[in-house]
Each structure stands twice: as structure tokens, then as C-alpha cells.
């Protein structure tokens, strides 16, 4: 990997974490998300450092290419979000439905009154 790359990758991971950590303190972004993406950052960080990292897992968990390891890391990530992201909204979903029976019942008691 070229030098340019390497600054190139590094350069987009700083403005990332810039950016993640720009969102966290405005409170638009959740801090158990805010991980994840941290998380996301170091491993990208090292592989930039050390590109061996790369072939030796792929050979070692049997990839053919350094490249479907990457996908189907990536299928897996986004998998994992979109299964988390629905738990939000299904708990999301029950908390408004709770909220809606309690604004009537309070609506009925101030119309008895």
C-alpha cells in the first residue's frame, strides 16, 4: 500500500472520529453506537498500520480473497445494525403505545371531574 493511501485512509478516519465525537457531544448520536464506530475506526486503523493483518486472517479463516472477507465482515455489521435498529423500534413502538393508554386514561379522569 502506497503511502498516499495510507495517509489518504488515516485522514478519513480522523474526520470520522472527529465526526463521532462532534455527534456524541451534541447528543445526536447514541453512546453505545458511538462504540461501535470507535471500535470500527481502531480496526480500520490497524489495518492501515499493518497490512499483513489482512491476508493472514483471511487465510486463516479461509477466504479465497482478502476481498470476500471484507463483504462478509460487512453483510455481518450491517445484519447486526439492522437487527438492533429494529429492536429499538419494536421497543420504541411499545413505549408509545404505553404513553397513549396512560394520556387517556388521565383525559378521562379530568373529563369525570
Known amino acids: 500500500m502506497s503511502i498516499n493511501l495510507k495517509l489518504s485512509v488515516l485522514f478519513f478516519i480522523l474526520v470520522l472520529l ?3 465525537i462532534f ?3 451534541k447528543g445526536k448520536f447514541s453512546t453505545k453506537y458511538a462504540i461501535l464506530w470507535f471500535f470500527a475506526c481502531i480496526v480500520l486503523i490497524l489495518l492501515v498500520l499493518f497490512p499483513g493483518i489482512l491476508p493472514f486472517l ?9 476481498s470476500n ?16 435498529l429494529t429492536i429499538i ?6 413505549k408509545i ?3 397513549i393508554q396512560e394520556v ?6 379530568i373529563d369525570k371531574k
Open 69 to 84: 472477507m471484507i463483504f462478509s465482515i460487512f453483510i455481518g455489521v450491517l445484519l447486526f445494525l439492522t437487527l438492533s
Open 58 to 66: 483471511s487465510n486463516l479463516l479461509g477466504f479465497e480473497m482478502q
Open 97 to 99: 403505545n404505553m404513553l
Open 18 to 20: 472527529v465526526s463521532i
Open 23 to 25: 455527534l456524541l457531544r
Open 104 to 109: 387517556s386514561l388521565l383525559k378521562e379522569k
Open 89 to 94: 423500534a419494536s421497543n420504541q413502538k411499545a
